[in-house]
Nanobody, 128 residues
Framework: QIQLVESGGGSVQAGGSLRLSCVAS????????MGWFRQAPGKEREGVAGIDTNGRTSYADSVKGRFTISTDYAQNILYLQMNSLSPEDTAMYYC??????????????????????WGQGTQVTVSS
């Protein structure tokens, strides 16, 4: 059974850092495209970062240079390191997965409609 469980969210002041984790089960993370998405109240879900099966990464313009997506293949965990957080980063963050090796472009990696499996989310709140 495929399962994604996020953790690591919390409350932090502007300028602070958090690292989100997504523990995957039922499949190896290296065999799938993985992504982080977020949704703030009243807004649409948006792609934050993605990684394909070749290890190529893509980021939303709003987080480039501040966020880093990575995978621990041995532990089967997807991470999102978030630095220099601002109140605009406040949202529920979701981990997502699309099975199968593939070569995709940036738009694909950051498109929520491409992903088949989702975690339950972890809340990130950044205060000014």
């Amino acid at each position: 059974q495929i399962q994604l469980v996020e953790s690591g969210g919390g409350s932090v002041q502007a300028g602070g850092s958090l690292r989100l984790s997504c523990v995957a089960s039922g499949f190896p993370v290296g065999s799938a495209c993985m992504g982080w998405f977020r949704q703030a109240p009243g807004k649409e879900r948006e792609g934050v970062a993605g990684i394909d099966t070749n290890g190529r990464t893509s980021y939303a313009d709003s987080v480039k240079g501040r966020f880093t997506i990575s995978t621990d293949y041995a532990q089967n965990i997807l991470y999102l390191q978030m630095n220099s957080l601002s109140p605009e980063d406040t949202a529920m963050y979701y981990c997502a997965m699309r099975p199968g090796a593939r070569t995709v472009d940036d738009a694909w990696l950051l498109s929520s409609s491409k992903y088949a499996y989702w975690g339950q989310g972890t809340q990130v709140t950044v205060s000014s």
